[in-house]
C-alpha cells in the first residue's frame, strides 16, 4: 500500500472500541492507529473512563468519535454538548428522535464548547435510525434527514442502505455508517449491515468498524489487510 494510498483511506476509518476498559481500548487504538484515522468512544468506554478516554485517543494522533447519543430537553443537550465540545472531540452523536430544537440546541453548545477552548470547529451528528432496528417505518429517516440539515448538524449516522436518500436529501453532510461488516463477518446484533466496500460506493464518508477488527486474532493485521482491500 503506498503512502499516498494509505492517506487517502486513514481519515475514512474509525474503530469502535465498545470496551470498558482504558488500557484495552487504548492498546487496541495503538494496533490500529496506522490504519484508522478515528477512535470512536461509545457509552461503555466513555462511561468507564470519562473524558480521559478522549484524550487517550488524541495523544496516539486519532480524532475522537465521541458517541454517546445525547438525547434529553434541548437546554440539557445543549449544555452537556458544550461541556463535550470543549474536551475535543471531533464528532459528537446526537439522536435525531429528539428533534430540531434539540439537535440545534447540541450544534450551538458544540460550537460553543470547542470555540471557548481554542479548538476547531467539531461536527455534529444527528443519529438517524439506530442499525439495530430493522423496523423503521420508510419515512422516518427522510424527515430526520431534514431535521439534520435544518438544525445544522455537519453530519448524520445512517445505515448504508439509507445512503441514497442522505445525498439526495443532505448531500453537504457529512455521511457516517456503522454496521460494516466485511465479507463473511457475521451482522451479530445488526440488522442492516454492508460490507465496507458497498457502504463506500453507496456515498460513505466514514465508516465505523468494531468487532471485526477488535475481536480478530491479530487486529493490527485485520486493519491492515481492510485498510489494503480498500485503498
Known sequence: MTEEALAA???KLAIALDVDDLILARRLASAVSPYFGVAKVGLELFSAAGPEAIGVMQDLGMEVF???K????P??????ARVLGALGAH????HARGGDDMLKAGVEGLNAGAEAAGLDAPIGLAVTVLTSDGDAPEHIVPRRLRMAMEAGCGGIVCAASDLSDARTIAPRLVRVVPGIRPEGVSADD???TATPQEALDGGADLLVIGRAITNADDPEEAAA???LSLA
Open 70 to 73: 445525547l438525547h434529553d430537553i
Open 66 to 68: 465521541l458517541d454517546v
Open 91 to 94: 464528532y459528537l452523536t446526537m
Open 75 to 80: 437546554n440539557t443537550v445543549g449544555k452537556a
Open 225 to 227: 489487510q481492510l485498510a
Open 190 to 192: 445488526q440488522a442492516r
Open 9 to 11: 483511506i486513514r481519515p
